[in-house]
């Protein structure tokens, strides 16, 4: 399976913005999926995942109540809906897939190119 992530760009503080990773190749139901960012000269961070079993969520606290994450799994489609976006939140957004659940870098199975988002003051 190959992961594709699209919708980045740029916009304004405030603003909002939904990215999208497309699975193909083969299903992702039973994938946990998460998103994860990453600014330059930092760390690649983990931003939220949802688990492919039941569906929950979780976020990280930098985003929780900002952004919402959702899997279409009909069109084996995640989504990351970002709300009141702010500088901070500047960076290449990347999509992934893992059998487990996805708390860190380290237990993705699969990562998708990244899309970058830029959010100006």
């Known amino acids: 399976v190959q992961l594709q992530a699209s919708g980045g760009g740029l916009v304004q503080a405030g603003d909002s913005l939904r990215l999208s990773c497309a699975a193909s190749?083969?299903?992702?139901?039973?994938?946990?999926m998460g998103w994860f960012r990453q600014a330059p000269g930092k760390e690649r961070e983990f931003v939220a995942r949802?688990?492919?079993?039941?569906?929950?969520?979780y976020y990280a606290d930098s985003v929780k109540g900002r952004f919402t994450i959702s899997r279409d799994n009909a069109k084996i489609t995640v989504y990351l809906q970002m709300n009141s976006l702010k500088p901070e939140d500047t960076a290449v957004y990347y999509c992934?897939?893992?059998?487990?659940?996805?708390?860190?870098?380290?237990?993705?199975?699969?990562w998708g190119k990244g899309t970058q988002v830029t959010v100006s003051s």
């Open positions: 992934a897939a893992a059998i487990g659940v996805i708390a860190g870098p380290r237990d993705v199975d699969l």
């Open positions: 190749g083969r299903s992702i139901n039973r994938y946990g």
């Open positions: 949802i688990s492919g079993s039941d569906g929950s969520t």
